[in-house]
């Protein structure tokens, strides 16, 4: 893990190189984290009261290095003054750096970086909608799985019933 960790950190120099040859003004990144639990996620920028921690999911260690390079500029376009949302200022760095050669997005998928998908893992139980017929897996037993008469739908507001996988 520590490698990975490391790789990372080089690349983020790499594109805080690019921003600074590019005219982008980066906000202050006091520390980069691999988190080992993130599956829905590939990176993620979070605010703290003298910069930011940029999080880099343990599943983009399969990732090609390109894919990798783009996600960290990624999330550290949300350091930048303006652009912490997926807003207009967002979309115009975007564009800029785009032009550059790099292929940042505002989401993307399993599939479109060449990993396999690490939710793959088998569900146990599912919740679903009896009106919409919106579906909610679950790996463990829980209170929604256990007391379902206590939930709604987030979606329609319809009634919950568990199916065990």
Known sequence: MREFEERVILLLQEVKEDFNRMGIPYGQV?????????????????????????????????????????????????TVRGAYDHGQKWKK?????????????????????????ARNERYKYMVKCSHCGQEIYRKKRCPLT???????????????????L
Do not use: P, W
């Open 30 to 78: 006091d520390q980069v984290k691999i988190n080992k639990r993130a599956k829905a996620r590939f990176g993620c920028c979070k605010k703290t009261d003298k910069g930011f921690i940029i999080e880099i999911s343990s599943i983009m260690e399969e990732a090609a290095e390109d894919k990798l390079r783009d996600v960290i500029a990624h999330e550290l376009l949300h």
């Open 93 to 117: 760095l975007v564009n800029i750096l785009n032009h550059q050669g790099y292929g940042i997005t505002a989401r993307t998928t399993y599939e479109k970086i060449g990993i396999a998908d």
């Open 146 to 164: 256990e007391q379902t008469y206590r939930y709604r739908c987030g979606k329609c507001g319809g009634k919950l019933k568990t199916f065990v």
